[in-house]
């Protein structure tokens, strides 16, 4: 059995809600950014990720990205979703699929 250190390390600073309270990405207005954001993360997301809810999660991107095609959602949804998609072919191609089916699971007691 192998052992493994974790040591954390500070990469960065991270300041909380500034990029969604007054910043506009992509000529989307400065309000719907937050929702362009959560979209694109999510799909990007759901598209690298294999799990036991797999077919739902395919199902209901499904959903999404025929809605976002027939003009049904804002625009602001519907360029996250488009984004979202490209977003999960370049992580794919960098760092491959999440398969949390596969993935070791550790249990820790309660202390």
Wanted: hydrophobic share 40%.
């Amino acid at each position: 059995m192998q052992k493994v250190a974790f040591v954390p390390v500070i990469g960065g600073v991270h300041y909380g809600g500034l990029t969604t309270k007054s910043v506009s990405v992509h000529s989307i207005r400065a309000g719907s950014v937050g929702s362009y954001l959560s979209i694109k993360s999510r799909t990007a997301l759901w598209e690298n990720m294999r799990c036991r809810y797999y077919t739902l999660f395919r199902l209901y991107k499904s959903r999404l990205y025929l809605m976002a095609r027939l003009g049904l959602l804002s625009d602001s949804l519907r360029r996250g979703i488009f984004d979202g998609f490209k977003l999960a072919e370049i992580v794919r191609e960098k760092a491959g699929v999440i398969d949390l089916e596969r993935a070791v699971h550790v249990e820790f007691g309660i202390s």
